[in-house]
């Protein structure tokens, strides 16, 4: 049973980096994609990006400037950096396992979400 | 990005009706349309993957029809757990997979 639980503060101050650390057990991050969603009442479901191959990546374009996901296959981690934050990156932080079904990539894994709160 | 719009936003219904969410998208995802389930205070749980195919252990009142550009979720004989928020994301092509804002079915 594949598990995924993220870590990070919950508060970071606006302008600031955000560093979340997703730790993955019951499967290897070395195959499949590694993603990150977020969820907040404004936006909806956001999916801001994957990594794939311990290494590839694919951003939202609304998001690609800030963003860098990045993997440690030696702790089986995926991490999220989102720069220069604001308000409006107030959000829950899912990790998420997508996987192709037949011919169509689904999210068939996610975190519990962690809150983030962008605030002075 | 190919936007998603659900309708309606919420529902009403009662213990045994059979409700239908539909989800529009901004140009054809041919059959790459997915459905998730999510309660409050929980991750999105996936329910039907390209459009039609359950997800091993979803019930079979769970159904799901559409291509192109229009399609729908039915849930028949709802049970007390259906409760919840529904989405429905495209995986079509290259990302981003955008979802739809979500529909809030909830006990008349």
């Known amino acids: 049973q594949v598990q995924l639980q993220e870590s990070g503060p919950g508060l970071v101050r606006p302008s600031e980096t955000l560093s979340l650390t997703c730790t993955v057990s019951g499967g290897s991050i070395s195959s499949l994609y590694w993603s990150w969603i977020r969820q907040s009442p404004e936006k909806g479901l956001e999916w801001i990006g994957y990594?794939?191959?311990?290494?590839?990546?694919n951003y939202n374009p609304s998001l690609k400037s800030r963003v860098t996901i990045s993997g440690d296959t030696s702790k089986n981690q995926v991490s999220l950096k989102l720069k220069s934050l604001t308000a409006a990156d107030t959000a829950v932080y899912y990790c998420?396992?997508?996987?192709?079904?037949?011919?169509?990539?689904?999210?068939?894994?996610w975190g519990q979400g962690t809150l983030v709160t962008v605030s002075s | 990005d190919i936007q998603m719009t659900q309708s309606p936003s919420s529902l009403s219904a009662s213990v045994g009706d059979s409700v239908t969410i539909t989800c529009r998208s901004s140009q054809s995802i041919f059959t790459y349309l997915n459905w998730y389930q999510q309660k409050p205070g929980e991750a999105p749980k996936l329910l039907i993957y390209?459009?039609?195919s359950l997800q091993t252990g979803v019930p079979s009142r769970f159904s799901g029809s559409g291509s192109g550009t229009d399609f729908t979720l039915t849930i028949s004989s709802l049970q007390p757990d259906d409760f919840a928020t529904y989405f429905c994301?495209?995986?079509?092509?290259?990302?981003?997979?955008?979802f739809g804002q979500g529909t809030k079915l909830e006990i008349k």
């Open positions: 990594m794939f191959d311990s290494g590839t990546t």
């Open positions: 390209g459009t039609t």
């Open positions: 998420a396992r997508m996987s192709r079904f037949e011919t169509t990539m689904v999210v068939d894994y």
């Open positions: 994301q495209q995986s079509y092509s290259t990302p981003p997979y955008t």
